[in-house]
């Protein structure tokens, strides 16, 4: 009788679950070399979305044994265009490109780089909601996908994706990052429990304890040199933002510090890194490839 109830339940599951990926989504279409996309529902958290991602695979890689890297997009949503700026790195390093795709329509008011993680009444969602944990899910669907054993993805994002990488850093201690690059963010979460979200971690769903194991991971701040413009017309100017520095590197060395302190205070390992790059300012072409090679020091 148990056994009958149980097996009623699992068949329950999965006809509410398995309609809700597509026929092109990543549990089933095969990710051919050279550039491509598919269409992406994620069935583990919010089903109501779909998205494209972008892909890239090197001629004569197999899929099952390519480093998984996702890089994730700025403010311009452009995708593609990151995806094919990680090209050559990937054919240099032996990388299958994950690029998804945050559009304005389904991810608006900042819910791509942190305001995912509560409803319009102000409430936390459940964690499974958030743009965040997209990724944990994707990387799963990539793998089912193409048969890659890989336990760890590598995951890189520039401007608004560095928002976007660095709060996964801090609300998912336990993403399965292996190296995670965060470049030239235009505002940060900072490590400090005295200014509310998304300028501080107050009410956010952090304590003392994942903070810890968020700071020893391997992290890596990377800032282009000349990313110095004070007057750059998409940087953030909020009293709060202009609290972490008047321009981006300043802000990016503010965050690291920061989080170098509260390691400190904290009595943990700190594991992040901060990193130049010279002669890149506000590009993320000029990132890519430092990026990668960052990546593959791991």
């Not at 329950?12 to 989504?25: D, E, M, Y």
């Not at 990488?165 to 235009?186: E, Q």
Request: net charge positive.
């Amino acid at each position: 009788m148990l056994l009958a109830r149980k097996a009623a339940l699992c068949a329950a599951f999965f006809s509410l679950v398995l309609p809700a990926w597509p026929r092109n989504a990543a549990a089933d279409a095969e990710i051919a070399p050279g550039p491509g996309s598919f269409s992406f529902v994620d069935a583990r958290g919010d089903a109501s979305k779909t998205m494209t991602v972008y892909t890239y695979l090197p001629k004569e890689l197999p899929a099952r044994s390519a480093r998984i890297v996702f890089v994730m997009h700025g403010v311009g949503k452009n995708a593609r265009g990151y995806r094919d700026a990680w090209i050559a790195p990937a054919d240099r390093y032996g990388l299958l490109v994950v690029a998804p795709r945050f559009d304005q329509k389904q991810w608006s008011g900042g819910a791509y780089s942190y305001s995912s993680i509560t409803a319009p009444d102000g409430k936390l969602r459940d964690a499974s909601l958030w743009s965040f944990s997209v990724i944990e899910h994707l990387f799963d669907a990539v793998r089912a996908a193409t048969g890659n054993p890989a336990e760890r993805y590598f995951i890189y994002g520039h401007s608004e994706g560095g928002q976007f990488v660095h709060r996964l850093v801090l609300l998912l201690p336990d993403a399965r990052y292996a190296r995670a690059i965060v470049a030239n963010a235009g505002w940060y979460m900072m490590p400090a429990f005295d200014t509310r979200y998304p300028y501080g971690l107050g009410n956010a769903p952090v304590t003392r304890e994942s903070l810890a194991k968020s700071l020893g991971r391997d992290v890596v701040i990377m800032l282009g040199e000349l990313d110095r413009d004070s007057n750059h017309p998409q940087l953030r100017r909020t009293p709060q933002a202009m609290a972490q520095g008047a321009n981006r590197h300043e802000r990016g060395e503010a965050f690291f510090k920061e989080a170098r302190g509260r390691a400190a205070e904290l009595g943990v390992p700190f594991g992040w890194h901060i990193q130049g790059v010279p002669g890149a300012g506000h590009e993320n072409s000029k990132m890519s490839r430092p990026a990668a090679a960052a990546l593959m020091e791991h």
